[in-house]
């Protein structure tokens, strides 16, 4: 049974920095691709970004592009995302979310069902 354990989440100010790992264990030769989603109190999950279990495909959601990075280290089966720039409504419980299903297209990798889920990290940006 695979497990996935999200790690790094903290206080940080506007503008700064936070990397969250994503630590894999158990088999993962079934699945396809694994993402970081995250929810606000009051607002719906939204996919933040989705790689694919090879690392060759990547995804973002429009309102983190230029700023959240995520990649993947198979020698340590973890997929991290790396957070620059925070803002305020980046404030949210992320998720580590892997998938075994092949989305239609890269661009909704993130939009198809995911069904390993981690427990969640707390990111709060704020002054």
């Known amino acids: 049974q695979l497990q996935l354990v999200e790690s790094g989440g903290n206080l940080v100010q506007p503008g700064g920095s936070l990397r969250l790992s994503c630590a894999a264990s158990?088999?993962?030769?079934?699945?396809?691709?694994i993402g970081w989603f995250r929810q606000a109190p009051g607002k719906r999950p939204e996919g933040v970004s989705c790689i694919s279990i090879t690392g060759d495909h990547t995804t973002y959601a429009d309102s983190v592009k230029g700023r959240f990075t995520i990649s993947r280290d198979n020698a340590k089966n973890t997929v991290d995302l790396q957070m620059n720039s925070l803002k305020p409504e980046d404030t949210a419980t992320y998720y580590c979310?892997?998938?075994?299903?092949?989305?239609?297209?890269?661009?909704?990798?993130?939009?198809?069902?995911?069904?390993?889920w981690g427990q969640g990290t707390q990111v709060t940006v704020s002054s």
């Open positions: 158990g088999s993962t030769s079934n699945l396809y691709s």
């Open positions: 979310a892997a998938s075994a299903l092949r989305p239609p297209s890269v661009q909704a990798m993130c939009r198809t069902r995911y069904d390993y």
